[in-house]
């Protein structure tokens, strides 16, 4: 398959290294060659299975309307834009377009969302607060996970309201710990990712699933669908 990269930053540097692992042909489009998205012309899609972005949230709003625009496939890693869904979701569905996008493109932590809507549903009467520690230069606070966490317990039980905590340090990866606490006991609930390989890997199996599709998805809604 044929991937269009943008997004030169850590993860999006190891989302190249391992599409080309897994047999496929990478073209990276450099930021400074595609402010607004303009570089994402339909000549330059033309041939393309999917186009993976791992900008910033800045950015990811105008690629997003060139792609889809265009009728293309889009995997989107970058959060901090989730205001305009409705509108990329529009935009798929006008010019038959695929997206499919995520807060975190990790298994593992999809594994996690399910376990904390069990702990959500079980643990009445605790009081929740999530807590998520990632490497300084992340941009956004708190990070995406953390708030579809959050949105997991609350959608599971409407009755508790979980706080976040955010820290930034090192070159921390992503660590998000989930605290049910009781005036009896308290339960923890933690992922933490080694690397930012299990994101990137995600990334490129999420690109090899859209190819082809049509429709507008989040990844923890297929996630096991993955080859």
Same mark, same amino acid.
């Given at each position: 398959?044929?991937?269009?990269?943008?997004? $030169?930053?850590?993860?999006?540097?190891?989302?190249?290294?391992?599409?080309?692992?897994?047999?496929?042909?990478?073209?990276?489009?450099?930021?400074?060659?595609?402010?607004?998205?303009?570089?994402?012309?339909?000549?330059?899609?033309?041939?393309?299975?999917?186009?993976?972005?791992?900008?910033?949230?800045?950015?990811?709003?105008?690629?997003?309307?060139?792609?889809?625009?265009?009728?293309?496939?889009?995997?989107?890693?970058?959060?901090?834009?989730?205001?305009?869904?409705?509108?990329?979701?529009?935009?798929?569905?006008?010019?038959?377009?695929?997206?499919?996008?995520?807060?975190?493109?990790?298994?593992?932590?999809?594994?996690?969302?399910?376990?904390?809507?069990?702990?959500?549903?079980?643990?009445?009467?605790?009081?929740?607060?999530?807590?998520?520690?990632?490497?300084?230069?992340?941009?956004?606070?708190?990070?995406?996970?953390?708030?579809?966490?959050?949105?997991?317990?609350?959608?599971?039980?409407?009755?508790? $309201?979980?706080?976040?905590?955010?820290?930034?340090?090192?070159?921390?990866?992503?660590?998000?710990?989930?605290?049910?606490?009781?005036?009896?006991?308290?339960?923890?609930?933690?992922?933490?990712?080694?690397?930012?390989?299990?994101?990137?890997?995600?990334?490129?199996?999420?690109?090899?699933?859209?190819?082809?599709?049509?429709?507008?998805?989040?990844?923890?809604?297929?996630?096991?669908?993955?080859?």
């Amino acid at each position: 398959m044929l991937f269009v990269i943008l997004g $030169q930053g850590k993860t999006g540097k190891l989302v190249s290294d391992l599409a080309l692992e897994r047999g496929h042909t990478v073209r990276i489009v450099q930021e400074e060659d595609n402010e607004a998205g303009a570089a994402l012309t339909a000549d330059l899609l033309r041939g393309v299975d999917a186009v993976i972005d791992f900008t910033t949230p800045d950015a990811v709003v105008p690629n997003m309307r060139a792609v889809l625009g265009a009728g293309g496939r889009m995997v989107v890693g970058t959060t901090g834009w989730y205001g305009q869904l409705g509108e990329m979701r529009r935009l798929a569905e006008t010019h038959k377009a695929a997206l499919l996008y995520g807060t975190n493109f990790s298994v593992g932590v999809q594994v996690m969302y399910r376990v904390a809507k069990e702990l959500a549903l079980a643990a009445q009467g605790y009081t929740f607060h999530i807590t998520e520690t990632h490497h300084t230069s992340k941009k956004d606070a708190p990070s995406g996970t953390a708030l579809s966490i959050k949105q997991v317990l609350e959608t599971a039980n409407p009755t508790l $309201q979980a706080e976040i905590s955010s820290v930034r340090e090192g070159d921390a990866a992503g660590i998000h710990v989930v605290e049910a606490r009781s005036k009896n006991d308290v339960i923890e609930l933690r992922h933490e990712a080694f690397s930012r390989r299990g994101f990137a890997e995600g990334a490129v199996r999420a690109a090899e699933w859209v190819a082809g599709k049509t429709g507008c998805w989040d990844f923890r809604e297929i996630f096991e669908q993955l080859n």
